[in-house]
Structure formats: structure tokens, C-alpha cells
């Protein structure tokens, strides 16, 4: 996990002012709880849909919010 933010802001902006540019090998998405379990959702900036994460950011995002 390179960065987060707890502030409201389109991902575009917070790639920008968080890591200028997105790494080739980075995924964007937002982090929410739904019925007391984290929801990791998928850009629909940058990959043109909302998407379930894929199972290896879940994990990190599980890990680092409990």
C-alpha cells in the first residue's frame, strides 16, 4: 500500500497529489465497510468499472484495516 486518505476526493486528484503518476503496477480503488465488512472497490476512473478488488489488494487492505 503506497498511500490512503480518509478525505472525500476524486481518485484522479489524490493519484495526483499522492504519487504524481500511477505506477504501472498499482490498482486504484475505495475502501469502505458494508454490514460491519470492508468493501474493497475498483476505480471506475481508471478502469472504467466498479469491480470487486482482486483477491491480492483485498488482502493487503484487509491487513492494514481491521
Not at 498511500?3 to 499522492?18: G, L, N
Not at 465497510?33 to 472504467?48: M, P, R
Request: aromatic share 12%; no cysteine; charged share 20%.
Amino acid at each position: 500500500m503506497v498511500d490512503y486518505t480518509w478525505a472525500m476526493m476524486p481518485h484522479i486528484e489524490f493519484v495526483k497529489r499522492s504519487v504524481g503518476e500511477l505506477p504501472e503496477d498499482a490498482w486504484v480503488g475505495t475502501i469502505s465497510k458494508i454490514d460491519g465488512e470492508l468493501a474493497v472497490i475498483s476505480s471506475k476512473t481508471f478502469y472504467g468499472v466498479q469491480m470487486p478488488a482482486p483477491e491480492w489488494v483485498a488482502k493487503i487492505v484487509n491487513n492494514a484495516f481491521k
